[in-house]
DNA sequence: CCTCTCTCGATACAGTGTATTGATTTATAC
DNA sequence: GTATAAATCAATACACTGTATCGAGAGAGG
């Protein structure tokens, strides 16, 4: 096991060549770019040496691994998430966890990473830290509630997020906008409910009120929130 | 569009070759049997064809795409879970959740497609339909609670179980058993620690209670069940 | 038996991450 | 200022990937 075998701990190398100088953050913006612009499948190390006036090669004196290369994405992305606000700790809870979605809506690449791997980013870390804090400055103080509160948001927000993005690709990739969307599977759901093996989602889907996917989102975030504070005795 | 874009609706080909007879469920057998062997990395379609002794562009007959193929695997995963037990609507739902744990940790390729699209197999639909089923049955009947609560638990597992295979597979990559891992990732903590960016960070980690990962996937899931309840009033 | 349709395997293509290597540039020592 | 050592880069190469194309061959229908 080598010393620093996180990317984290290794020192950023220094340019000494004149032409293009190249940095850790110029190339995580650079896929950052193209993984915005493209999908995330449009991130390989040429495309973004390409972007750079770089081959391929150089890129490995940054990063050991494309892997590093999108942790540090996710670690750049979890920059963005700003700093939680709120008077009581529901109420910070919340703020995080939406600081995350809407990153994750900017970036949806970030969706797809998130929970992947763990991620130990200082980015991340500090997040963890600011949440950490503003929860005990808010009087939740017992260690094993905030852990299984700060685990389970965390949780939650990755699934939510992971599944709302995947939703909207889907929809994107089968045409343009939502009603050829539903034109393409609602028959399909349709067919399979006519076998009558699914009368419950048939009716379900008749009689249920169709929420908007921010409201699903709060709604969750709802029943974990008042299911963490009944927990307290609070 | 095409009429039958959907891989569950398209007929299975039948077979007028001898050699070597294939269905889209051999196929299937053998990508699961290559992802639980050898990760989903491993899956590609000259190997699943490879195992089956075909060429690759055979399967081309049975899927269209490779991404059809883990779509049916999922689906595949899916119909191993057990049907949900509980008198209760809240022992339904856990049994839904600890049900799909079960498999991702049988199965982690499993647990790193889930979410990933949206997946409307027939053991997929059968499963959300027994979960409406018992759901109903045991007294939950405001539909919108109904579609939060499903909505919830299900972008819940998908987080959770994400993220605990994500940091076992980690952990088995960065040598083999748990102290390795300990002994690799927290010297890199505690430098962090030291740099004094994360109090309340170390703080917590020297305090808290070391939770396994089942029960922290039971508190959350504790949690959850709790705000859904207090939010139905009963 | 001939023909026609369907299916298969081979080949091919554009792309991937990355190991290796030889040249070229830079820093160091005298 | 020059010789030497070290560092860095671009090119090449390898083993893969998913899949389009297409010629050959097998099965069925007449």
Redesign the interface.
């Known amino acids: 096991?080598t010393d620093s075998?996180?990317i984290?701990?290794r020192p950023e190398p220094t340019e000494r060549r004149r032409p293009s100088p190249l940095s850790r953050e110029r190339i995580v913006r650079a896929a950052i770019d193209l993984a915005d612009a493209d999908g995330l499948d449009a991130v390989s190390l040429r495309k973004v040496a390409g972007a750079l006036d770089a081959g391929p090669m150089r890129l490995y004196r940054y990063v050991d691994t494309k892997d590093e290369l999108l942790t540090l994405m996710v670690d750049a992305a979890y920059a963005e998430v700003p700093a939680p606000a709120g008077a009581t700790w529901d109420a910070v809870l919340r703020s995080i966890a939406t600081g995350i979605r809407g990153v994750a809506l900017r970036h949806e690449w970030f969706a797809?990473l998130l929970?992947?791997?763990?991620h130990?980013g200082?980015a991340t870390?500090?997040h963890?830290?600011a949440s950490?804090?503003a929860l005990?400055s808010t009087g939740l103080d017992d260690?094993?509630t905030?852990?299984?509160?700060l685990?389970?948001l965390?949780?939650?927000?990755?699934?939510?997020v992971?599944?709302e993005v995947?939703?909207r690709?889907?929809q994107r990739a089968?045409?343009l906008d939502q009603r050829?969307w539903q034109h393409?599977?609602a028959p399909?759901?349709l067919?399979?409910f006519a076998t009558g093996?699914?009368?419950?989602?048939e009716e379900?889907v008749h009689?249920?009120?169709h929420?908007q996917a921010d409201e699903?989102f709060e709604?969750?975030l709802?029943?974990?929130?008042?299911?963490?504070r009944?927990?307290l005795g609070t």
Not at 146 to 149: C, E, I, L, R, S
Not at 154 to 160: K, L, P, R
Not at 197 to 201: E, G, I, L, S, V
């Open positions: 096991m075998p996180l984290w701990e797809e929970g992947g791997r763990p130990l200082p870390l500090a963890g830290e950490l804090t005990r260690l094993g905030v852990t299984g509160a685990a389970a965390n949780v939650y927000v990755i699934g939510a992971r599944k995947a939703e690709r889907a089968s045409g050829q393409a599977t399909y759901l067919r399979m093996d699914y009368p419950a989602m379900w009689d249920a009120p929420l699903v709604l969750g709802t029943y974990l929130l008042e299911g963490i009944s927990s």
